[in-house]
């Protein structure tokens, strides 16, 4: 465990009884109290996560919009100051090297948040592709704190004394706490309504501690990360995403609305496979890997499967063959059983808060 | 450790109470502890056989699935039907309300141990 990295709050979370695992290259906490207790928590009320092992780069320099939109997937031309988006690094082939959001911090000014297992790479062919632009890898500076949940935005108002509810979905602003310099953005990835918080590392300890003074948030790990993006319907690269599909194969065309010449584009349309939301009958849930049959043909391999707390029974995505994609109902071949699955639509968990439209405050 | 002094446990955290002719089995605090929450529970069924040794269900939690062992051989004479809906019981109490099913036995295999030799094993696997 010795070569493992650790993030400014790691050892709090040690100190604080955390189950602790080796993810994408870190030592992260996966639970606290329980998995199923912090997945409750952040669907109730709120909870604080360490994205800390995030990725985090910025660029700029003149022409970086232009530059940028044939770097990546995303529709910048629109994206006004103050707003991110959600898109992609592809590979040449239209294969996902990374997804990834970016937020425009000003003129010609970009931040991109990429995954921790994904990072190095991802910077070295973002440089690659910004030739004459500044890029900056700023991620061991800059720690990620979010604080997701339905209360998240009385606890943050409370907590920086300041308006929220005029800030809405992909959107994001500067403020300060406690001199610092934070960047409040009003995304996430559990489906609840939430923000996600950055700030220098050297203050990421202070700012977690003082979250959770409010007795409204509790600790959450990467265990009920998981089971919340699961419900959410949201893509972990490296299980819905990688570099062998595209992401209209993972059902994300839908995003791909960027009028730039990317790289990766032509590729997108070739689907060889396409990723399906299957909701089980029962609580046995199947796993990244098992297999997914149409009678007795083998037609797919499950990429992430999870007991959904909030639906009280198994939820999984899976790969399948093209042409075998338009059934409703498969078979998933688990070691030990065969399980019956339909297919639904996403999220798998309805109730969600995220984009909850917040009235403003007169 | 509150592994109670009057069972007998296997060292793949399986732990037996004997009642007149009958053994009860469930799962260890030490295991339910290492599975963290628990979703799904395949017990064997009523009238099956059961082999000591042998697998004879499984158990799953958020994170994980692992076999169930069966430290006694035997008829399965009743199963837990509480932990079908509601599994966490075993996280709960699980030398007590999470008793997963009873065999009929008339002995207990040699090479089951006692508490203390019980956690002398999990000492070793924490490591």
């Known amino acids: 465990m010795a070569d493992l990295l650790k993030t400014p709050l790691t050892a709090w979370h040690e100190s604080h009884g955390a189950k602790m695992a080796p993810f994408a290259g870190w030592n992260m906490p996966i639970q606290y109290e329980g998995i199923l207790a912090e997945h409750k928590q952040t669907r109730e009320s709120a909870s604080v996560f360490d994205i800390c092992h ?61 995954n921790a297992a994904c990072c190095a790479t991802d910077f070295a062919v973002l440089s690659e592709r910004l030739p004459g632009l500044v890029c900056e890898d700023v991620s061991e500076t800059t720690a990620k704190i979010d604080l997701q949940g ?97 992401p209209v194969e993972a059902g994300l065309g839908i995003m791909m609305k960027s009028q730039a010449d990317y790289v990766g584009k032509e590729g997108l349309a070739t689907v060889r496979e396409r990723l399906l939301p299957l909701e089980l009958e029962g609580r046995r849930a199947p796993r990244h890997g098992d297999i997914v049959a149409l009678g007795d043909e083998e037609v797919g391999r499950v990429t992430s499967g999870t007991f959904a707390p909030s639906l009280n029974k198994a939820i999984a995505f899976a790969w399948v063959r093209a042409d075998k994609a338009e059934a409703t109902e498969y078979t998933i071949v688990t070691p030990r059983a065969r399980l019956a699955a339909r297919v639904v639509s996403l999220p798998f968990y309805k109730q969600g808060t995220a984009r909850t439209k917040l009235a403003s405050k007169a | 450790m509150s592994n109670p002094a009057d069972l007998k446990y ?54 994980a699935a692992s076999d169930l062992i069966s430290p006694v051989s035997g008829r399965v004479v009743a199963v837990n039907s509480e932990l079908e809906s509601a599994p966490e019981i075993i996280n709960q109490d699980p030398y007590g309300k999470g008793w997963i099913y009873r065999v009929a036995t008339d002995a207990l295999p040699d090479d089951l141990l006692d508490a203390a030799a019980y956690e002398a094993v999990c000492a070793q696997e924490s490591h």
């Open chain 2, 10 to 63: 296997s060292k793949s955290h399986e732990w037996v109470r004997v009642e007149g002719g009958e053994a009860v089995v469930g799962i260890t605090t030490f295991a339910q502890e290492a599975l963290g929450d628990i979703t799904y529970v395949e017990a064997p069924a009523v009238d099956d056989e059961v082999e000591a040794g042998a697998e004879c269900g499984s158990i799953e939690s958020v994170k």
């Open chain 1, 54 to 114: 995030m990725g985090e780069f910025l660029v700029h320099g003149a022409g970086a919009k232009e530059a940028l939109m044939k770097a990546v997937s995303h529709s910048l031309a629109e994206l006004a100051e103050g707003r991110c988006r959600y898109g992609f690094i592809l590979n040449e082939k239209g294969g996902v090297l990374d997804d990834c959001i970016i937020y425009h911090l000003g003129p010609d000014s970009y931040m991109v948040v990429v």
């Open chain 1, 150 to 246: 339905p209360k998240a935005v009385e606890i943050l108002e409370d907590f920086l004394g300041e308006d929220l509810h005029n800030l809405g979905y992909f959107a994001f602003r500067y403020t300060t706490w406690q001199g610092k310099k934070l960047l409040v953005s009003r995304t996430g990835y559990t489906g609840e309504l939430g923000y996600e918080l950055y700030i220098d590392a050297g203050s990421a300890l202070a700012l977690w501690e003082a979250l959770l003074r409010d007795e409204r948030v509790k600790p959450a790990g990467l265990g009920a990360r998981d089971t919340l993006r699961m419900e959410a319907g949201l893509a972990l690269y490296g299980h819905e995403l990688d570099t062998e599909h595209t």
